[in-house]
């Protein structure tokens, strides 16, 4: 008894991290994401600062600020139809973009988790 109880709070847990999704099919990695971006129609977005886009984005992003008050405005001028792909300097922001979008019923969105840190880490190249 005293070792169920002891597991209750862990499975709880797991099951309340499997219950949100987390991680999901929007969450992608590295390796994932530069799958994606292979995709025909991707509509790439970087939802960092003008100052970290000019310090390295990747090749083709869109810009679109997060913080710069103006995301609602700029995301109408995606389209809902084709696929986003999202990313920022570490996934916070652009899994609160995901979300945004998600709710504006755009139906096929997905981040890259750590972000440009993740990518650079990995390898892979920025343009300047």
């Known amino acids: 008894m005293r070792t169920l109880l002891h597991l209750t709070p862990a499975l709880f847990l797991l099951m309340a991290g499997s219950c949100t999704g987390q991680p999901s099919s929007r969450d992608l990695n590295v390796e994932e994401f530069g799958r994606a971006l292979l995709a025909d129609h ?38 809902k139809d084709k696929p986003v792909l999202l990313y920022c300097g570490s996934g916070r922001r652009s899994d609160a973009a995901l979300q945004e979008l998600e709710k504006a019923g755009y139906r096929d969105v997905k981040h890259l988790v750590g972000g440009i840190q993740a990518w650079t880490q990995g390898g892979r190249p920025v343009a300047r």
């Open 42 to 79: 991707v509509q790439l977005v970087d939802v960092r600062t003008p100052g970290e886009y000019a310090a390295g984005h990747l090749k083709g992003a869109k810009l679109m600020d997060w913080n710069g008050g103006q995301f609602q405005k700029e995301m109408t001028k995606l389209d």
